[in-house]
């Protein structure tokens, strides 16, 4: 311990980079428990935090009938956050501590990949500090992805660097403790990653890595089994997490990843590298001065620009490119490491123009980036500039300190003041819908054409059921909820809607004409109703019973509807002659269900076909004297129904239910 202080003591530096990777520390420490209140949370993170909270109220990681949007959700902060919840009771605090356990462990992994390359610890420092500097808090940019709310690419940008970690380790070291527990670390964390996200790391990161290797294996005399054993347990780990992710039908955007065609392939080069710059986000919404703190932060962002291009000096060892000009005995873990990193952001970013970029998907890459471009600086000022080394290491420290301090003082208020205007009704009015509600009764309320609010209610509140009302498909959505929840059979039948004063023309007359205005919250209008012909779903659901309306979205009907959401025909509506008034979408049916139809018809010459797979199955009449029909399903397949009036009958076709 006295030697490592007198280290210390004797470079200025390593102190000086210590002191802003501390602060950097603080910083990521003060955002994750004193911001976000409960209130001002983005909607990517509303989602992710209830899905924590039925992860552990239910003890499930899989969740039955779980609408999967991109990711499964679990190779993220929630990874801890879920067990620390269930202990805690408390999901803002549990993400909280698991991002700064995440901070931590990212320290401890790049300060080790440095110490087996031998680069110097200033340098180490540098390339840390670059990676924690708190940059921005947008939902999508670099810190709020990375430390902050969900975390959601933490282990996507460091399950790499852990692999490249275990393959640069010496032959010596390769039998210690800590080697094997970053290996077991590593597998963990990739199995997981793949379960969640499918082939995505392995298509944007590990490839390259393993592509770089089989570069070196061609350059030496000798075979390395250590290093096939490390690439073979990635492969089969790809494989089984890949094959779990389709059991558990996660569906991640992976998946449907495709090369896009393009007619200007240089305004797409550019939109990447603008992509990439959002990350540090040297922009601002409105004009600094340029003596102020946000315009000095400003400034320095772009420095910090300047430092990550210095990484693209490593270019030429890209995959290996460099290492037929050596011996292998001079092929050293540092060239291995240098090689790596560049590798991973050149094939990244070509991976991203090619299929579909965005500022968080280039976090994989920009994060070796980081750490190259700390390696390069040194090299650079090693070689030519040594005496410089003092004032570029300060001068990038201060940067990173800077920007850090304007965003957890004034750029935290700036965040706060744009930030009020995310929600259709600002977030400290959540009080006075959870009131409406409880005033008439109610258990659901629909919100109109904007999906930002149903995520942060579902969060506040768990006494009530919320809801996106999307009136181009007039019908209810979600997304990364339970399918369920959207079925017209989880609806209370007294039910409130959060509409826009100037956009209820966009609700359906049937609506329009059942609901009464009872109060406005700011410039919405809510309006109730004892009737609820709302619906989202259109189908079953392995498990439980559904139930489809005639207004469910995809169903095709003729006639009117009233204030329960049920279908009435009349004579007029078809001039008296033989037409399909209901038609259901295509569904999946599996066999063992009962498919119910609860009608009202006045005369015979109303019935229903039966289609599977497209070819008709079975027709049948509906009777003047029944009010429901029930068919069985005999075998699995994609069904449809069509209700056929024969123009001599007024019919009224209620629900379809599914058990």
């Known amino acids: 311990m006295i030697k ?95 991002n700064i356990i995440n901070t931590l462990f990212l320290i401890a992994l790049i300060w080790r990949i440095f110490s087996k390359c031998d680069v110097k610890k200033q340098y180490r ?103 096939i054993l490390i690439l073979a347990d990635t492969f089969v780990l790809t494989v089984f997490g890949n094959f779990l992710c389709k059991i558990f039908e996660i569906n991640p955007n992976s998946s449907s990843m495709v090369i896009r065609y393009s007619d200007a392939p240089l305004e797409e080069v550019r939109a990447v590298c603008q992509d990439i710059l959002f990350l540090v986000n040297p922009f601002f919404a409105e004009n600094l001065t340029p003596v102020s703190l946000g315009g000095v932060s400003a400034c320095m962002k772009w420095i910090v620009i300047i430092f990550i291009i210095i990484g693209l000096s490593g270019m030429k060892k890209v995959f290996g490119a460099d290492i037929f000009r050596y011996n292998s005995e001079h092929v050293n873990e540092k060239f291995v490491l240098e090689s790596s990193l560049i590798s991973i952001f050149v094939w990244n970013f070509f991976i991203l123009f090619m299929t579909s970029s965005s500022p968080r998907y280039h976090l994989i890459g920009i994060v070796p980036l980081m750490m ?14 040594p005496e410089m080394e003092k004032i570029i290491i300060s001068g990038l420290g201060i940067c990173f300190v800077t920007i850090s301090f304007y965003n957890i003082t004034d750029g935290r208020d700036a965040y706060y003041k744009n930030f009020s205007d995310y929600y259709i009704v600002d977030a400290d009015h959540c009080g ?81 004409s059942s609901y009464e205005a009872v109060g406005l919250v700011q410039d919405c209008t809510i309006l109730f109703s004892e009737h609820n012909p709302n619906d989202g779903l259109a189908g079953s659901l392995e498990g439980c019973k559904t139930v489809d309306l005639p207004t469910t979205p995809s169903y095709y009907y003729i006639g009117s509807i009233n204030e329960d959401g049920y279908l ?79 123009g001599w009958a007024n019919s009224t076709v209620r629900e379809i239910v599914f058990e």
């Open 4 to 98: 490592r202080i007198n280290s210390v003591k004797e470079n200025p530096m390593e102190l000086f980079m210590i002191v802003v990777v501390i602060f950097e520390v603080i910083a990521i420490m003060f955002i994750n428990l004193r911001m976000p209140s409960n209130l001002l949370i983005d909607k990517d993170y509303a989602k992710l935090a209830k899905h924590v909270v039925e992860m552990g109220k239910n003890h499930k990681i899989f969740l039955q009938n779980w609408n999967y949007l991109t990711t499964g959700e679990f190779d993220c902060a929630a990874l801890l956050a879920t067990p620390i919840y269930m202990l805690t009771g408390n999901v803002y605090k549990s993400f909280a501590v698991s």
């Open 125 to 227: 420092l540098l390339a840390i500090a670059a990676i924690l500097c708190v940059y921005d808090y947008g939902m999508l940019a670099h810190t709020n992805m990375m430390f902050y709310c969900g975390g959601q690419y933490i282990y996507k940008a460091t399950i790499a660097i852990i692999l490249l970690s275990v393959l640069v380790t010496p032959v010596e070291k390769r039998g210690e403790w800590v080697n094997i527990a970053e290996i077991i670390v590593f597998s963990f964390l990739y199995l997981v990653s793949c379960i969640s996200s499918g082939s995505y790391l392995f298509i944007c990161a590990i490839a390259p890595l393993i592509f770089c290797q089989i570069v070196y294996f061609l350059n030496e005399k000798t075979v390395d089994k250590y290093r």
């Open 568 to 646: 009435n025909t009349n004579i007029k509506d078809i001039q008296g002659e033989e037409t399909t008034i209901l038609a259901s979408p295509g569904m999946e049916i599996e066999a063992g269900k009962m498919v119910t139809f609860n009608y009202n018809v006045d005369n015979d010459g109303v019935f229903i076909n039966e289609y599977k797979d497209n070819v008709l199955v079975q027709k049948y009449p509906l009777g003047v004297t029944e009010e429901s029909l029930t068919i069985a399903i005999e075998g699995d397949g994609v069904y449809r129904f069509d209700v056929i009036n024969s």
């Open 372 to 385: 190259l471009s700390a390696v390069k600086v040194g090299e650079i000022l090693d070689k030519y500039k």
């Open 432 to 512: 006075e819908l959870i009131n409406f509600l409880d005033v008439f009764e109610a258990n659901n309320m629909y919100i109109v054409d904007y999906s930002e609010l149903p995520e942060l209610m579902r969060l506040v509140d768990d006494r009530h059921s919320y809801e996106l009302y999307i009136s181009s498909i007039r019908g209810v959505e979600n997304y990364d909820y339970y399918y369920a929840d959207m079925d017209k059979s989880t609806f209370s039948d007294r039910n409130l809607i959060l509409c826009r004063t100037n956009d209820l023309d966009r609700l359906p007359e049937y609506i329009l």
